[in-house]
């Protein structure tokens, strides 16, 4: 973890003209209504959730608060190194200042390889919510929601904003309709949340140990990881030091709500076991209601989808804008990646996020969920070292955010992410760390040799400022 870096601007050796830079354009109002897109509590509750109910059966509650609970030590350690640090890079950016330039580009390739391999398995989704309405083909449905996802990353961040926010809106009643239906219906007692029940030929009930909760504890942790967006836009939102981190922890207050009650309320609701098991909450609104309210929650669900898309693609364009402004690539591709569009957004790098992702949604992805979520508990563990070493040196005395029971926070945090990281499926871990090897190859025969031309992470002079 040698070769760190200040955060100063870097001046670009190929280059005549200044970078360009993203504008600020948003409030804390605006980021936590783009962040919250992205975590985008219905399509998690809707999409992912049910996986885990599939496994876990009355505890996935359990799971996903602890999920979320883990969760607030990670919050703690973005906000401080999201306003120490406030750039569009977000965690390879903070990696590669306070941990060196290695730990900092296998940061940003996790976090690479969790952004563009989300929204297409997402968006694939989308067909099967709009079954009430039309039937239609799941791949070319999920291309064309990247499609119009990317189109509407082209706007400005401003519009866009507006446009997530009443999804956000929409998503969020769906929500509350799950809950309160599940709640009114209730077939079984509060202490079934904290117990293991699953349905088979023999169905029992079982305490719930700490293997049971593991097993499912990366794609919990995967279910609120999107609060990190409010660092990506650190750039564009007003005052960095003081809205990113009221940005990253009010996002994760809202969606653990969001997404904890009504999983809650569908595990009390449920007819029986193998409704819950079943994982099918469409079925389950039906069953308390009628047809008419399934539909209108099917609705919201594929708009919540389409929403998440969006956010998504707007959050991956800046990660390879940045990446391209501080010189990760060859220079023709760096030129592209940062260029800015007339609204302000980097449309080259919008467009190399958004259209690979259409043609993506017509490749298996099953197995990618697994590997997203060792991907996801990797950047975590990164993230964590990095936070452990923010108040090193000059960066000690940096106006910034800091967070309480430092550092007994990151270290806990990087004890129990290790732990996580070892009881995945090894087919996972090999995966994951395939791609590690392949982007350490990378670095070692392109960046390092090249160390004062390429990989010059960099804060914006007006973010250093603040």
């Known amino acids: 973890m040698t070769d760190t870096l200040r955060p100063v601007a870097t001046s670009l050796p190929e280059a005549t003209d200044s970078p360009q830079k993203l504008k600020r354009s948003i409030g804390v109002v605006g980021g936590t209504l783009l962040t919250l897109s992205c975590v985008t509590p219905a399509s998690t509750l809707f999409v992912i959730v049910p996986d885990l109910f599939s496994s876990l059966g009355t505890a996935t509650a359990l799971c996903l608060a602890i999920g979320a609970l883990l969760c607030i030590p990670v919050a703690f350690c973005y906000s401080e190194l999201g306003t120490l640090i406030p750039s569009a ?39 099967d919510y709009l079954a009430p309405v039309v039937h239609l083909d799941p791949s070319w449905t999920g291309a064309g929601v990247m499609i119009a996802a990317t189109l509407a990353g082209l706007l400005d961040l401003r519009a866009n904003a507006w446009i997530t926010g009443i999804f956000l809106v929409l998503e969020v009643i769906a929500a509350g309709v799950v809950a309160v239906l599940g709640f009114a219906h209730s077939h079984r007692g509060l202490g079934s949340l904290t117990s293991f029940q ?97 539909t209108f929650v099917s609705l919201c669900v594929a708009l919540a989808i389409i929403n998440a898309g969006i956010v998504m693609v707007i959050q991956n364009s800046r ?19 940062s260029k800015l569009g007339r609204f302000g957004s980097p449309w080259v ?84 760390g395939g791609i590690t090897a392949a982007a350490t190859l990378y670095w070692a025969l392109y960046l390092r040799p090249r160390r004062h031309t390429r990989w010059l992470v960099s804060i914006p002079e007006d973010a250093q400022e603040i």
């Open 89 to 127: 890079g977000g965690e390879y950016a903070m990696v590669s200042t306070l941990a060196g330039r290695l730990s900092g580009w296998l940061a940003f390739v996790m976090s690479l390889l969790v952004v563009m391999i989300v929204p297409p398995v997402i968006a694939m989704g989308t067909a």
């Open 198 to 294: 699953i349905a088979g030929e023999h169905a029992h009930v079982n305490p719930v140990t700490a293997m049971m909760v593991l097993s499912g504890l990366a794609i919990a942790l995967f279910a609120t990881q999107g609060f990190s967006t409010a660092v990506y836009l650190s750039e564009e939102l007003e005052n960095p030091r003081r809205n990113v981190a009221r940005t990253v922890l009010a996002t994760l207050a809202i969606s653990s709500v969001v997404i904890l009650v009504p999983v809650a309320a569908i595990t009390l609701g449920a007819g029986d076991l193998t409704s819950l098991t079943a994982g099918n909450i469409s079925t389950m609104v039906i069953a308390w209601s009628n047809s008419a309210v399934g």
């Open 319 to 337: 990660v390879l804008f940045a990446s391209a402004r501080d010189k990760a690539w060859p220079s023709p591709v760096n030129n592209a990646l």
């Open 349 to 432: 790098a919008t467009l190399v996020v958004g259209v690979p992702g259409a043609f993506l949604c017509f490749v298996d992805l099953d197995t990618l969920y697994g590997v997203t979520g060792v991907a996801v508990t990797a950047l975590y563990l990164l993230v964590a070292v990095a936070a452990l070493l923010a108040r090193r040196g000059h960066h000690g005395t940096r106006k910034a955010w800091r967070m309480p029971l430092w550092p007994a926070m990151p270290v806990l945090l990087i004890a129990f992410l290790v732990y996580i990281l070892v009881e995945q499926e090894v087919s996972y871990l090999i995966w994951t």
